[in-house]
């Protein structure tokens, strides 16, 4: 497995916003987390990028423990994250915005940058050939000298993207990657994902557009306060009762 998560908690006081969560994520699928708002969802996709600690439980990457791993660690071993608000960096075209994500692989620092030591020059070369070709791949490449954050807002999740692949990553968190996005851009961002996916690259996402996540996943796990309530294909997930129950209601169920 390239993701296990056993037995993970974290509670913030008296809330249990995740609560004995487990399951699993083989390298190649999508993978999606889905569930009504607090469920627990974001604090999930934080624990596993360490932005947040857990309250017990493990997780572990390509076998290795990475709880209580500080994030630019957990990046370095190939773990990449976008956020449900794009967070892209003003004033920088959307290549200079990509190659930011150049920077856990690279190894030049603020002394040899700032002399401009010629292994500098050539590594910055080759790391904007490198962001050209993710631009390209995600077809994008005409924006490439576009200031980013003039871009539209499809795009600039398209330049998001990106810039997380430039860390070259394993596995790929998306964080609700069609919020704020209309019908023709969600369908774009499918696209996208399902593309990233072909290039070998894992994805596991949290998203509220069932369409897009019944349409582009391979498994599914709902969570429900913090539990786990159901885990399972696309066609498990929309006959489950409970699911149906949290999603609709009693009545309706």
């Keep these: 497995m390239l993701l296990e ?12 916003a995740v609560s004995d969560a487990s399951f699993s994520v083989r390298q190649g699928m999508i993978k999606a987390v889905i569930g009504p708002n607090g469920a627990g969802k974001t604090t999930l996709f934080n624990l596993i990028s360490g932005t947040l600690l857990p309250s017990s439980g493990a997780i572990h990457f390509k076998g290795q423990p990475i709880h209580g791993l500080p994030p630019y660690r957990i990046a370095r071993l190939g773990m990449a994250r976008t956020y449900q608000n794009i967070k892209l960096y003003p004033g ?11 920077h856990c692989r690279s190894r ?10 010629p292994w500098t020059k050539k590594e910055e070369n080759a790391s904007r050939a490198a962001a050209l070709e993710l631009l390209a791949l995600l077809d994008i490449a005409d924006l490439a000298e576009v200031e980013a954050t003039s871009l539209a807002f499809g795009q600039q999740r ?5 810039r997380a692949l430039a860390m070259e990553p394993e596995l790929l968190l998306l964080d609700e990657p069609a919020a704020g996005l209309n019908i023709y851009e969600t369908a774009e961002v499918a696209r996208l994902i399902t593309k990233i996916n072909e290039q070998g690259i894992t994805v596991l996402l949290v998203e509220h557009d ?11 796990v709902v969570l429900s306060f913090g539990e786990k309530i ?4 696309p066609s498990e997930i929309q006959h489950n009762k409970e699911v149906i129950r949290i999603y609709l209601g009693e009545d309706d169920a």
């Design 158 to 162: 398209a330049v998001e993207f990106a």
């Design 108 to 117: 030049a620092g603020f002394i040899s940058g700032m002399l401009s030591l």
């Design 5 to 16: 998560i056993k037995n993970l908690s974290r509670r913030f006081g008296g809330l249990q």
């Design 92 to 102: 920088m075209t959307a290549l200079e915005n990509v190659m930011v994500g150049r």
């Design 230 to 233: 159901a885990e399972g294909t």
């Design 210 to 220: 069932m369409s897009l996540v019944m349409d582009i996943s391979h498994e599914i």
